[in-house]
């Protein structure tokens, strides 16, 4: 059989050379079934996973199919949270590199002001929480005219975030001839309904089946805790695994606090990440992480969305999650691009 290549599929040397320093050598399975679609501008929904390489699935034929002369957006992405957001904006920046793709972010709690600057100068896709996107658009700083494809990624999670009615208040704005791509981790009927009212009659879907290629390598294990003092446990376990780089969840930001403090006590290199704490505060501890300065992180559900980092080797679950997806998302912080991981 042929081997499917970035080329093969029609993809311009100014995006696969930017792939190949990416060192995406070869289109993941999802990418292989999306990309060739996303350039037909069919629309689609997709039913994948984390960690699938689902965001250059639609970057790479959103980088292509820009006109960089052109100064209004021509793509809007919407995600659950802010973190994600900035993910997102760099994936796409790196992947529209050699074509001077400009993206710009739009999330809350960080300067309306800024953004509205920035949406004023040349910006060729938008990404952001559906939040702030409808203030941009309630207040005439966000200009639609020209957007040619509607993203909405992680939609369960915008789903069970209670963003909904957002997201089908921007869809109002947005002109009715446009290309629509969905992607959720699960499909429950009220994402069906979107599909039916926002997408058109013969949209394509695609469910990636969990194949070993699609599914991520973690072990998973548990550990009964009765009237242990917890805290004291999760030092013994950090010492016995000693993990490389590792990311603990809790469900409230009380307890993220205890347990961040309770651990720097006890001289783990760790820090904090919760929506309690201000963009910028977020954003360094996020940089920090990424960049390998810091090797624990104890975090909320806000960060288990949008923390691409390759290498975290092992993620602890301190709460056991309200929810199904929160699991799945949580763990899927582990076990990346191809790689093992402990949760
Ligand atoms: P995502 O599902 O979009 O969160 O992507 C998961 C991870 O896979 C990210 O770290 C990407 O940088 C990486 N990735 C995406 N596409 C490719 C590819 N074609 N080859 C290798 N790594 C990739």
Redesign the pocket.
């Known amino acids: 059989m042929k081997k499917i290549t970035f080329e093969s599929m029609g993809i311009s040397s100014e995006i696969t050379k930017a792939?190949d320093s990416?060192?995406?050598?070869?289109?993941?399975p999802v990418?292989q079934e999306i990309i060739p679609l996303a350039l037909n501008n069919e629309d689609i929904l997709t039913e994948s996973q984390?960690?699938?390489?689902?965001?250059?699935?639609y970057g790479i034929p959103l980088c292509e199919q820009v006109i960089w002369e052109e100064n209004k957006p021509q793509a809007l992405i919407l995600v659950p949270t802010r973190e994600l957001a900035m993910q997102i904006k760099e994936?796409i920046m790196n992947i529209g590199r050699f074509k001077r793709i400009k993206v710009t972010a739009a999330f809350g709690k960080s300067s309306f002001k800024t953004q509205k600057s920035e949406l004023k100068q040349k910006s060729h896709i938008v990404v952001g929480t559906p939040g702030r996107i409808l203030e941009h658009l309630q207040e005439g700083t966000l200009n639609v005219d020209e957007i040619k494809s509607l993203i909405l990624d992680e939609v369960d999670e915008m789903l069970s975030m209670g963003f909904i009615q957002q997201v089908e208040d921007i869809i109002d704005y947005l002109p009715k001839e446009r290309q629509t791509m969905l992607f959720s981790a699960i499909m429950p009927s009220e994402i069906e309904r979107l599909a039916f009212f926002y997408m058109k009659k013969d949209h394509k879907t695609i469910k990636m089946e969990k194949s070993e290629e699609n599914t991520p390598d973690i072990s998973q294990s548990y550990i009964r805790v009765q009237d242990l003092p917890k805290e004291k446990l999760l030092l013994a376990l950090l010492t016995i695994e000693n993990p490389d780089t590792c990311i603990i969840f809790c469900n409230t930001r009380e307890v993220v606090d205890k347990v961040d403090s309770y651990l720097a006590k006890a001289g783990i290199p760790i820090d904090k990440l919760h929506g309690g704490m201000d963009q910028d505060d977020r954003s360094d501890v996020m940089q920090e992480f990424r960049i390998g300065k810091l090797r624990y992180l104890v975090a909320t559900d806000v960060a288990s969305r949008g923390i691409?980092v390759?290498n975290v080797t092992h993620v602890i679950n301190y709460n056991v999650p309200f929810e199904n997806e929160s699991f799945t998302h949580r763990t899927g912080r582990t076990g990346?691009?191809g790689k093992t991981g402990v949760a």
């Open positions: 792939l990416l060192r995406y050598y070869q289109p993941t990418q984390t960690g699938s390489g689902k965001t250059a699935a994936d691409d390759d990346r691009a």
